[in-house]
């Protein structure tokens, strides 16, 4: 008798498989590149959980990803067009874009080598920017990724950041347009301490000069979202994890 798979087993298997297919390209970057991948991508419920959610439509085809490390998003997104196009996407999952348009912008010229080395084969090739966030051209697009970098600058320049983010995705004219921003809670004492301190040790090991320090309250990221014309819905993602992360789904409020 064939054994009938629940809806999570088959979720389960398919995470598997989309882990290793999106780590393995990293193994061209390097043993530290490869690891990195394959803990980051296992470890951090962010991944699985955009996806689980439904949160990265096939409609958000051109992606732009601030502080995007060495491009795993990039990776992701590839592997997940590569599995709907074989027809091995659970059910239950919806579609990702069949073939996005990727710009990673990270300001660590190292980071951005490792990128390059691990993907800069897929195809469609990702624009990988080695630039600072605070004053980088952000091309027009559908969906922008921020995961936990906002807080590496100071709060008048993280305005800056989300006008030029808002501005870019009106400018994409897409009525579906998103950003996804992870930022730690400050009103969440000690999940938010423990991940500045984590922050401030890799980023030291790392040989960044500024320390990611400026943390906001929940409450002010969405009326901060709010004011600039984005209606928000907010998220906890940090499941399994000391951290106090909240994931900020943003989108353009056509009526703003
Ligand atoms: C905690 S890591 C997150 C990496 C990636 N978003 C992820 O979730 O895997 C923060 C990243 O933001 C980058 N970063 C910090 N300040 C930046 C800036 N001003 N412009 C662009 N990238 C920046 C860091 O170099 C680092 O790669």
């Known amino acids: 008798m064939s054994a009938v798979m629940s809806p999570s087993s088959s ?34 419920p962010v991944f699985r959980g955009l996806l689980e959610r439904g949160l ?16 795993l998003f990039a990776s992701l997104l ?7 196009k074989q027809g091995r996407w659970p059910a239950s999952w919806a579609a990702t874009p069949e073939r996005a ?37 952000l091309p027009d697009c559908d969906l922008v990724v921020i995961l936990d ?6 709060l008048e320049a993280q305005e800056g950041v989300l006008v030029r983010v808002r501005d870019a995705l009106r400018r994409g004219g897409n009525p579906q347009a998103r950003l ?3 930022v730690g809670d400050a009103s969440s004492r000690r999940g938010f301490a423990i991940s500045q301190w984590v922050d401030r040790t890799v980023t030291r090991i790392r040989g960044h000069k500024v320390s990611p ?26 499941e399994g ?12 409020d056509p009526a703003a």
């Open 101 to 137: 348009d990727y710009t990673g912008i990270e300001l660590m010229p190292k980071d951005v080598a490792r990128a390059e080395a691990s993907i800069g084969h897929l195809l469609p090739a990702p624009r990988l920017l080695c630039a600072d966030m605070c004053s980088a051209n």
């Open 56 to 71: 990265i439509g096939a409609q958000h085809r051109r992606v732009v990803d601030i502080g995007c490390g060495q491009g």
């Open 213 to 238: 320090t400026w943390g906001r309250p929940l409450a002010e990221w969405n009326a901060l979202l709010q004011r600039l014309g984005f209606r928000v819905q907010s998220m906890p993602m940090s």
């Open 11 to 44: 979720t389960d298997t398919a995470w598997r498989e989309l882990h290793e297919a999106a780590t393995v390209p990293y193994k061209k970057g390097g043993s530290f590149a490869w690891h990195f991948a394959r803990g980051k991508l296992g470890r951090d």
């Open 149 to 154: 970098v906002l807080h590496y600058v100071d």
């Open 180 to 182: 996804l921003l992870r």
């Open 78 to 84: 590839a592997s997940m067009s590569v599995m709907q």
């Open 241 to 252: 994890t000391p951290f106090a992360n909240v994931l900020l789904v943003a989108d353009l």
